[in-house]
């Protein structure tokens, strides 16, 4: 079975330092992954997906199948990417469920 | 436009009671899923929906829980004789397509507290 890890549960960085958000996956075949966002008193919502190749609100995210890691990255954190980040994976074609994380709270410190 | 709406927002029953979670989908959604948020813990499935029958119940942790969908919208859970460890936040989300092709959107939540 497909199985996703965030190691950290808390994150603290300064504001204008990087940001690093860590995901690992266990699976087999050739997984999607994505990264899901919770800001506070907002709804869970996609933040990207692997498969977009695309960079929003200045987060980066790439796929090392070598590592089986999809971290998320940001060079320069903001106070408002304080938030709850969880990673997700799917198992692509024909599978229509999405594994989560068990999230990492990022706080930036202003 | 209107967003997946969850009803109630906030539930408290009794140990032994039944209770029913409400979950409208997002308007042309034909895939629905119920994940389940304990503390400390990720984002856990219980049911897919795809129009109204259920390919994916695997999440289920037991025969208490059950989960319809009617005119391929609404949905509701059910979770009869409630236990303690049922307490958690219940989400419902919607997509235009399957999970691994189109982005899930997600309900509030509701917070069930079983005493």
């Known amino acids: 079975a497909q199985r996703v890890t965030q190691p950290e549960k808390l994150l603290s960085v300064f504001k204008g330092a990087p940001v690093e958000l860590k995901c690992n996956y266990s699976?087999?075949?050739?997984?999607?992954l994505f990264w899901y966002v919770q800001y506070s008193r907002q709804r869970l919502q996609l933040l990207l997906r692997?498969?977009s190749r695309e960079s929003i609100k200045g987060f980066t995210a790439d796929l090392n199948k070598g590592e089986t890691s999809f971290h998320l990255k940001k060079p320069f954190a903001q106070e408002e990417d304080s938030a709850m980040y969880y990673c997700?994976?799917?198992?692509?074609?024909?599978?229509?469920?999405?594994?989560f994380g068990t999230g990492t709270r990022l706080t930036i410190i202003p | 436009g209107a967003g997946v709406s969850q009803s109630p927002s906030n539930k408290v029953t009794e140990k032994g009671k039944d209770v029913e979670l409400r979950c409208d989908p997002i308007?042309?959604?034909?895939?629905l899923y119920w994940y389940r948020q304990s503390l400390g813990q990720g984002l856990e499935f219980l049911i897919y929906?795809?129009?109204?029958?259920?390919?994916?119940k695997s999440g289920l942790p037991s025969d208490r829980f059950s989960a319809e969908r009617t005119g391929g919208s609404v949905s509701t859970l059910t979770i009869q004789r409630t236990q303690q460890e049922d307490s958690a936040v219940y989400l419902c989300?919607?997509?235009?397509?399957?999970?691994?092709?189109?982005?899930?959107?997600f309900g509030n939540g509701t917070r069930l507290t079983v005493t």
């Open positions: 989300a919607s997509s235009l397509a399957a999970a691994y092709n189109s982005p899930l959107h």
């Open positions: 699976y087999s075949g050739s997984p999607e």
């Open positions: 692997h498969i």
């Open positions: 997700a994976l799917s198992r692509g074609f024909g599978n229509e469920k999405l594994t």
């Open positions: 308007s042309g959604h034909t895939a």
């Open positions: 929906f795809q129009g109204n029958s259920a390919p994916d």
